[in-house]
């Protein structure tokens, strides 16, 4: 194997090792699809809390909870009414200092959610704003603008939502007229912040310190790439083929240079508190060195690597995104991330089997063309997760992933609760197929989730197999997997470690060292020799003797 040019360029040394972020496994949780103590059929903290164990038992170190604030749920928590409050939905703030104290005890830390984006148009802030008059105090708060034509009868620019349909609504005055208009590049019941507002500001300085004060161990930022938006709020139109975030190059809703100030502002706030507490961008953005800029030395710790997320099952195109990314992220002094599955994408044991793109955001369902095999996805999913747990940097886990679990497809139209579902009239499915109730255990209500039976999206018929009891312990399933990738990663130290690419592998073929640790991944059609002598230390599926199936990807040590 010949040494290739090793493009992490911080080391692994004792100073790094209480920088956690740097090399973490961390877990999502999405509270309302994860456990369920109260049977009500919506996930709660009680829940989360006494599932805690099995998550130390898979071997993560961190866990992200999606967003559990105080919000009317028109986009599953992600429209927040108060910032510094738990929803009844989920519990109380008692329970979640009990689930905070319960994830310390196991030795796991915790990010939570915060969207400063938008806010839910029943936050407090919002209604007022509404009772108020054009150019008021409240009304500054959010983009409220004067519409076009004679009569303002026309929004301020051309702009349409991400849900589908434009960005903007139209108020109706106290006195009855037709009034201003908000933005909001998600729901209408998402109003836009006016981030050059500083009142906005100091208000979000004052959140984070709730929850640093409360213990938590940072926080993952919705939309990080949103916030400012160009000056004078120009008319634009994606590229045809670009997608819901923006297209092609940064729309003039995303990836301005001014919101880099904020994250600034916040670093400095974290940096406040002892125990290194961390800030994770989520910003979707059309580069890895686009992304990069997130977590330059005084902003953001970790960036989402998006770009890596969406690669598809190619050799050639995973080879350069690995490159990029490990040239780009340490480029600034960060860690690289690898991420394949979230809350807003389809799950990647059906993505990557699946025979085009299908724009974020936009889902699949029963009348999608050419649905992918189950089992085709399930062995893709698992080759490129014994890939992604080798490489350098940190890497996030989705809840149910660890299970095998594929997209739930055949959702019924009347059950779904996407708001890109409504806005497009039916014409995407949206993102409730990654988002079902995960299972526990074969045999008993709604698979363990709780013991009513109730789930607020149904489960499919078909998931007892996926059942966390069903695959506990047993040699080949995906959980027993997922566990000893972990393991291992740990015990070898891959993630602090430095990547050499292999001499001459087949096109199809991604074959790279870290350390005493060998990674083969065959994406061809054809099984592939293995290097003689060498010992397995784990692999995503059964050999073929002496050589690697294809869809299939293993860890050697002495090849």
């Given at each position: 194997m010949q040494t290739f040019p090793i493009f992490v360029i911080v080391p692994y040394s004792d100073a790094m090792t209480s920088q956690w972020w740097r090399s973490a496994v961390i877990y999502q949780i999405y509270p309302r699809s994860f456990a369920d103590a109260s049977g009500d059929g919506v996930g709660d903290l009680i829940g989360i809390t006494n599932r805690l164990d099995s998550l130390r038992d898979l071997g993560v170190d961190v866990v992200w909870l999606s967003p559990f604030m105080t919000s009317p749920q028109?986009?599953?928590?992600?429209?927040?009414?108060?910032?510094?409050?738990?929803?009844?939905?989920?519990?109380?703030?008692?329970?979640?200092?009990?689930?905070?104290?319960?994830a310390k005890e196991l030795d796991l830390r915790v990010i939570v959610d915060l969207v400063p984006n938008h806010s839910s148009d029943q936050h407090p802030w919002f209604q007022d704003a509404l009772a108020a008059v054009p150019g008021s105090r409240e009304r500054a708060r959010y983009m409220f603008r004067d519409g076009r034509g004679e009569g303002g009868e026309e929004p301020p620019n051309n702009w349409q939502s991400l849900f589908g349909g434009p960005a903007w609504t139209r108020v109706t005055e106290a006195d009855g007229t037709q009034g201003q208009w908000y933005l909001h590049l998600f729901d209408a019941s998402q109003p836009d912040f006016d981030w050059s507002n500083e009142e906005v500001r100091e208000e979000f300085r004052r959140i984070l310190r709730f929850w640093l004060d409360r213990g938590v161990d940072g926080f993952r930022v919705d939309v990080a790439h949103g916030l400012v938006k160009r000056d004078g709020l120009p008319d634009y139109t994606p590229p045809e083929d670009g997608d819901s975030m923006g297209g092609i190059e940064p729309a003039p809703y995303f990836g301005q240079d001014?919101?880099?100030?904020?994250?600034?502002?916040?670093?400095?706030?974290?940096?406040?508190?002892?125990?290194?507490?961390?800030?994770?961008?989520?910003?979707?953005?059309?580069?890895?060195?686009?992304?990069?800029?997130?977590?330059?030395?005084?902003?953001?710790?970790?960036?989402?690597?998006?770009?890596?997320?969406?690669?598809?099952?190619?050799?050639?195109?995973?080879?350069?995104?690995?490159?990029?990314?490990?040239?780009?992220?340490?480029?600034?002094?960060?860690?690289?991330?690898?991420?394949?599955?979230?809350?807003?994408?389809?799950?990647?044991?059906?993505?990557?089997?699946?025979?085009?793109?299908?724009?974020?955001?936009?889902?699949?369902?029963?009348?999608?063309?050419?649905l992918p095999d189950t089992a085709v996805g399930l062995h893709r999913g698992r080759a490129a997760t014994t890939l992604m747990l080798a490489l350098p940097g940190s890497a996030y886990l989705y809840q149910g992933e660890e299970l095998g679990l594929p997209e739930a497809v055949d959702l019924p139209d009347d059950a779904r609760q996407d708001p890109t579902w409504f806005r497009h009239n039916g014409e995407r499915y949206g993102r409730d197929g990654c988002r079902v109730p995960i299972p526990w255990e074969a045999g008993v209500p709604a698979y363990g989730f709780n013991r009513t039976g109730e789930t607020w999206l149904p489960q499919p018929d078909d998931w007892a197999e996926y059942a966390r009891d069903r695959q506990a312990g047993v040699e080949g399933s995906t959980l027993e997997l997922y566990r000893t990738l972990l393991r291992l990663r740990r015990e070898f130290g891959l993630a602090?470690?430095?990547?050499?690419?292999?001499?001459?592998?087949?096109?199809?073929?991604?074959?790279?060292?870290?350390g005493e640790v060998t990674v083969i991944a065959n994406l061809g059609e054809q099984a592939v020799p293995l290097p003689q002598g060498a010992d397995v230390l784990v692999s995503s599926g059964p050999l073929d003797g002496g050589a690697l199936p294809n869809d299939t990807a293993v860890w050697l040590r002495g090849a």
């Open positions: 028109k986009d599953a928590g992600y429209d927040v009414a108060d910032y510094c409050d738990v929803d009844p939905i989920f519990g109380t703030l008692a329970d979640f200092d009990a689930m905070l104290a319960r001014g919101v880099h100030d904020v994250y600034r502002d916040w670093r400095k706030v974290l940096d406040e508190y002892d125990g290194e507490r961390a800030l994770c961008a989520e910003a979707w953005m059309p580069t890895v060195d686009e992304i990069a800029k997130w977590v330059r030395p005084d902003e953001m710790h970790q960036a989402f690597n998006f770009a890596y997320a969406m690669t598809r099952w190619n050799a050639g195109d995973l080879r350069e995104v690995i490159i990029d990314s490990l040239r780009a992220f340490p480029d600034v002094g960060a860690p690289a991330t690898w991420v394949l599955s979230n809350h807003d994408v389809i799950r990647h044991t059906t993505r990557l089997a699946l025979p085009a793109d299908v724009p974020q955001g936009h889902g699949i369902g029963p009348k999608t063309p050419d602090s470690g430095e990547l050499e690419w292999a001499e001459a592998a087949p096109d199809d073929v991604v074959t790279f060292r870290v």
